[in-house]
């Protein structure tokens, strides 16, 4: 696509509910990662995938949150048993990341609310 | 372990005025450094980067950004400001030998009319 592509753009959630959050990214993107954008906060990074490596996954905050990344392309994000500490906007970008781009592009965000 | 950080977490300017948004890094070698811009109810969008080459970096929306090694900085700078600059800015900077790219805490920028 043209984008990065996520989805849903709204979800709102009960506690103790598992939710999935979706990132398409840009057609031939090998890199991908997952930031959370908290009320008046900065971007908290959450994963990395590149390639076929394995992912870095020292920004989750705990085990409940994990994410895979599918045939290179789709991820997707799931938080399991949500907590209200949860809601926030759950941002995807996708890049290149080679020597000559190695800019970010950034989805829309899933903005999700615990409730 | 590399860093950026915005000192500042508003900056109020008037309109046609010239405004700065402060970045400092911390980074060993050569670092490359963003900036992102995020307008209200959007995603993040690239200004400009700096990678290697000329200090003066020109971006997108007559942004431009300043690389000073000796003081580790790495302003967003704009002549003359507009209300609709008015947004969120986040610098950021990438390693290659590292995966991640860091984030800033962002900056407010208002511009009044």
């Known amino acids: 696509g043209a984008g990065v592509s996520q989805s849903p753009s709204n979800k709102v959630t009960e506690k103790g509910k598992d939710v999935e959050l979706r990132c398409d990214p840009i057609?031939?993107?090998?890199?991908l990662y997952w930031y959370r954008q908290s009320l008046g906060q900065g971007l908290e990074f959450l994963i990395y995938?590149?390639?076929?490596?394995?992912?870095?996954k020292s920004g989750l905050p705990s085990d409940r949150f994990s994410a895979e990344r599918t045939g290179g392309s789709v991820s997707t994000l799931t938080i399991q048993r949500t907590q209200q500490e949860d809601s926030a906007v759950y941002l995807c970008?996708?890049?290149?990341?080679?020597?000559?781009?190695?800019?970010?592009?950034f989805g829309q965000g899933t903005r999700l609310t615990v409730v | 372990a590399q860093s950026v950080a915005q000192p500042e977490d508003q900056v109020n300017v008037a309109e046609g005025n010239p405004l700065t948004v402060k970045c400092t890094y911390s980074?060993?070698?050569?670092?490359?450094l963003f900036w992102y811009v995020q307008y209200p109810n959007r995603g993040l969008q690239f200004l400009l980067k700096?990678?290697?080459?000329?200090?003066l970096v020109k971006g997108s929306y007559g942004f431009e950004a300043e690389f000073n090694k000796s003081q580790t900085s790495f302003h967003l700078k704009k002549p003359s400001a507009l209300v609709s600059d008015s947004a969120l800015y986040f610098c950021?900077?990438?390693?290659?030998?590292?995966?991640?790219?860091?984030f800033g805490k962002g900056t407010m920028l208002l511009v009044s009319p």
């Open positions: 970008a996708s890049s290149r990341r080679d020597r000559v781009s190695t800019e970010a592009f």
């Open positions: 057609s031939g993107h090998t890199a």
């Open positions: 995938f590149q390639g076929n490596s394995a992912p870095d």
């Open positions: 980074v060993s070698g050569n670092p490359y």
């Open positions: 700096y990678i290697t080459g000329d200090n």
């Open positions: 950021a900077t990438y390693k290659w030998e590292y995966s991640t790219l860091t």
